[in-house]
């Protein structure tokens, strides 16, 4: 049902007022430039006595001037233990912009490898992204034991991290309007867990709620990612905080009345992943692309050239050797794990020792195990399902790279969530960059929402030739599979890659 909306501009206080369905909602003025910041709008409440399940419905009227709330986790900045199931909220940045169009949205949904993450500005602030005149949508989800705890049962059959996201959506779409949206051009955004969660969406028996997707270093053709359910999950943490469960509905009970800290503090220290799996009613085995939900999306999809730098950057022989990277990935694909590890370790290293010497190389071949062979095959997969497909590899190091910075790294490319520093204006950096950063910034958040702003039946990031953006970012075809390389030059290739990916083609043959 779509809800009647009326939006009402109040200059009191500097605030801005719009009501929906809900009630009135109070914004405020943003001080670093010509926007109005709407947060912390709750979408949903978390069932209290079922916080592993199903939401429940909020209706009030609100503050919309807090965007600090996140949900139950262990930080990633302090390691320390935060969050409260008063989490789903949502916030709405909307751009002083005149006019009688409707403007386009973008909803950002955050990666945390299902287990961290929060919308707020600390990380997500929206300053470089509104000023081309969108509106920019950021949410929380649950994520850890209360998001992706799946036992397969109709008490918690999992995924419940993405279906508080798809609730979103729904709030969006009924909402939108009300702050200015165009109801007909809502697209999604997210990196890492955030695009595979997209990507869930895509492949979901659910609605799709948007019009088109950008997907960061992510893809749920990685194996592993997607899971079966696991019964054992509840008895397991239960037993973990010294409670010696009966049966499934018991440890569930007893789960639900503990404190949301102490269960989120033994998650972390068991052996369990908290991941997406597969449900009959919302997500099927095996994962169908070929499907006409899919087939309507215009796909923006790429990653970093050294996605897992940080993970093996200082790693010394002895790390290196422990910690056995060809065997450890190759495992999962429960073939003959010498075998195929001795292959894949000859192609990328040669007949070298493992040491120091070959660092680089293992941060090859890590990097696309995890991040980029799986959303290269995404991408063939979305190109034979027939879509309009644009795909990047982001390698620019600059003052901005998000992960390199935190951990004080000057050497190689582009790291994991390193190219959302030029989309987001962060607390880390200083908001108003300058020199090559700042072109960077200017040619990220220009592609990004000229894709969703220009095209009928296909989206454009270069709709036309500029100083800024020289080059002409054509769609991948299956034929050509063309590719923005995007450094401090951008340019582009026809399959990039290919040696090393024709080799993962021809293990994965073997895996499916």
Excluded at 58 to 66: K, R
Excluded at 190 to 215: C, D, H, N, V
Excluded at 259 to 280: G, M, Q
Aim: proline content about 4%.
């Amino acid at each position: 049902m779509i809800w009647l909306v009326l939006v009402v501009t109040v200059t009191a206080a500097g605030a801005e007022l719009v009501e929906i369905k809900q009630g009135w909602v109070k914004g405020v003025r943003a001080e670093d430039g010509n926007y109005t910041m709407y947060m912390g709008i709750p979408y949903a409440l978390v069932d209290k006595e079922n916080p592993f399940g199903f939401l429940f419905f909020l209706s009030g009227i609100f503050e919309a001037v807090d965007d600090t709330a996140v949900c139950p986790q262990r930080n990633e900045f302090n390691n320390e233990l935060a969050g409260t199931l008063d989490c789903l909220h949502v916030n709405v940045y909307v751009p002083d912009t005149i006019t009688d169009k409707k403007l386009p949205v973008l909803v950002w949904i955050y990666g945390g490898a299902f287990t961290i993450g929060f919308a707020g500005r600390y990380v997500y602030g929206p300053k470089f992204l509104v000023r081309h005149d969108v509106i920019l949508v950021t949410l929380n989800y649950r994520v850890g034991p209360y998001g992706f705890m799946c036992t397969g049962t109709e008490r918690v059959p999992g995924n419940q991290g993405i279906k508080d996201q798809l609730l979103a959506l729904e709030w969006v779409r009924d909402n939108i309007q009300a702050f200015g949206g165009d109801v007909e051009n809502i697209n999604v955004f997210g990196q890492s867990a955030g695009a595979m969660s997209i990507e869930i969406q895509l492949l979901s028996t659910q609605e799709k709620l948007f019009k088109r997707a950008i997907l960061h270093s992510g893809s749920v053709a990685r194996p592993g990612i997607v899971i079966q359910p696991n019964k054992d999950t509840p008895i397991k943490l239960a037993t973990r905080l010294g409670y010696n469960a009966e049966n499934l509905d018991d440890a569930l009970d007893f789960l639900s009345n503990e404190d949301v800290l102490k269960v989120i503090n033994a998650s972390t220290s068991i052996r369990t992943l908290f991941r997406p799996c597969y449900e009959n009613s919302f997500l099927q085995y095996p994962l169908n692309y070929h499907n006409d939900q899919i087939r309507s999306t215009d796909i923006l999809i790429g990653y970093t050239d050294q996605e897992t730098l940080l993970f093996h950057l200082h790693s010394t022989t002895e790390d290196l050797q422990a910690s056995d990277i060809f065997n450890e990935t190759i495992n999962i694909f429960n073939l003959n794990t010498e075998r195929y590890a001795r292959i894949m370790r000859r192609f990328y290293i040669g007949d070298e020792e493992i040491t120091e010497s070959v660092r680089w190389e293992i941060i090859n071949y890590h990097s696309d195990f995890t991040f980029a062979y799986p959303v290269h095959r995404s991408v063939n997969k979305f190109l034979n399902n027939g879509q309009n497909v644009y795909h990047f590899i982001f390698s620019y190091s600059g003052g901005r790279n998000f992960i390199k910075v935190r951990q004080n790294v000057t050497e190689g490319g582009a790291a994991h969530t390193d190219d959302l520093g030029y989309l987001f204006d962060m607390e880390l950096f200083d908001s108003n960059p300058e020199g090559t950063d700042k072109i960077m910034v200017d040619r990220m958040t220009t592609m990004w929402t000229n894709f969703i702003k220009y095209g009928t039946s296909t989206s454009d990031p270069t709709p036309e030739p500029s100083d800024l953006l020289p080059v002409r970012w054509l769609p991948a075809t299956r034929e050509t599979l063309h590719c923005l390389h995007i450094d401090s030059d951008i340019t582009t290739s026809i399959r990039p890659d290919h040696d090393r990916y024709a080799l993962w083609d021809l293990l994965f043959k073997l895996f499916e």
